[in-house]
């Protein structure tokens, strides 16, 4: 099993950063996939960015060149900097891992607001 525990949520103005931290323990050694979902109210839950174990990268198209996703060896922590913050970037933010063969490893949650 992998646990995980998001990290660094808080309330920013627009234009401002937020660094968010997954720390995961467990079987981490078996992840290949580590990411972010974010999910606004009233929406469904859609994914930021990715990162795979050999480090290619994919983000949603509203955070490209705005967030940048990153991983510390050997995969017990990843991170989400989120520069230029907007209001609609305001959501629950998920951290997940994904491992071969197993259901999805989810985080409990962090607010990030971003006010206008």
């Known amino acids: 099993q992998v646990q995980l525990v998001e990290s660094g949520g808080g309330l920013v103005q627009a234009g401002g950063s937020l660094r968010l931290s997954c720390a995961a323990s467990g079987s981490t050694s078996t992840i290949n996939v580590m990411g972010w979902y974010r999910q606004a109210p009233g929406k469904q839950r859609e994914l930021v960015a990715r990162?795979?174990?050999?480090?290619?990268?994919n983000y949603v198209d509203s955070v490209k060149g705005r967030f940048t996703i990153s991983s510390d060896n050997p995969k017990s922590t990843w991170y989400l900097q989120m520069n230029s913050l907007k209001p609609e970037d305001t959501a629950v933010y998920f951290c997940?891992?994904?491992?071969?063969?197993?259901?999805?490893?989810w985080g409990p949650g962090t607010q990030v607001t971003v006010s206008s």
């Open positions: 997940y891992a994904q491992r071969f063969g197993w259901a999805n490893s």
């Open positions: 990162i795979t174990s050999g480090g290619r990268t």
